[in-house]
Every structure is written in C-alpha cells, then in structure tokens.
C-alpha cells in the first residue's frame, strides 16, 4: 500500500514536499516513480529513483525545480517541488515497480499505486 500526502494550495513560485510511505511490501526491492494528471490530460512521469537512490530520471518541465529522494529506512519516497508554476498543478501519484533496476517512465509497467494528493498553484 503507499500512502501519498504533503499536497495542497501554494503560490506561484512556492514549494512544496509531498511524501510516500509504503507498507506491505519490500520498498528496497521497488523503483520509486512519481506522476501527475491535470484535468482532462493523461498521466504523465514526474520523476523517479532506483531502488538505491543512487539514479534518478526527471521529466523536462520540472528538471531544475524538483528533487526526488527516498529514505529505505522509512520505507518513504519524497518529491521536493520548487518553484511552483501553475502548470505544475495536478493530482500527484506515487508508484512502485518491482522488476525493473532503472527507472521505467511508462505508468503501465508500475505494480501499485497510491490515492493522489492534490497539488493546487495559484498564479
């Protein structure tokens, strides 16, 4: 199960640190993703990180402004968002997938996923 908190309403240019905590599974064993879907759009990678935390892979619009980390002895996966755009704003997902040792940016290949947590920026 992973739970994903840390959303809400910010403006443009603040930060935000959304958290995902895992339960019921070996965390150290899973690709970490992150992903967002805006109203009306499809799902789309955000950011991921190897089961180590030793790679990370970012989605163009937000390279330079997130950070990705995961802490395996909190079995949690962070997603540090800077400087805010109101593009940004969308329901944010965690996802976790078990076979792969790089980060994979296709939902359909992550096992399990969280509930969202809605993350609002205002211009």
């Known amino acids: 199960q992973l739970q994903a908190s840390g959303g809400g309403l910010v403006r443009a240019g603040g930060s935000l640190r959304l958290s995902c905590a895992a339960s019921?599974?070996?965390?150290?064993?899973?690709?970490m993703g992150w992903f967002r879907q805006a109203p009306g759009k499809e799902r789309e990678f955000v950011a991921g990180?190897?089961?180590?935390?030793?790679?990370?892979s970012y989605a163009e619009p937000v390279k330079g402004r997130f950070t990705i980390s995961r802490d395996n002895t909190k079995n949690t996966v962070y997603l540090q968002m800077n400087s805010l755009k109101p593009e940004d704003t969308a329901t944010y997902y965690c996802?976790?997938?078990?076979?792969?040792?790089?980060?994979?940016?296709?939902?359909?290949?992550?096992?399990?996923w969280g509930q969202g947590t809605q993350v609002t920026v205002s211009s």
């Open positions: 019921g599974l070996t965390f150290n064993k899973y690709v």
């Open positions: 996802a976790a997938e078990a076979l792969r040792f790089a980060v994979t940016r296709i939902p359909e290949e992550y096992d399990y």
């Open positions: 990180i190897s089961r180590n935390g030793g790679s990370t």
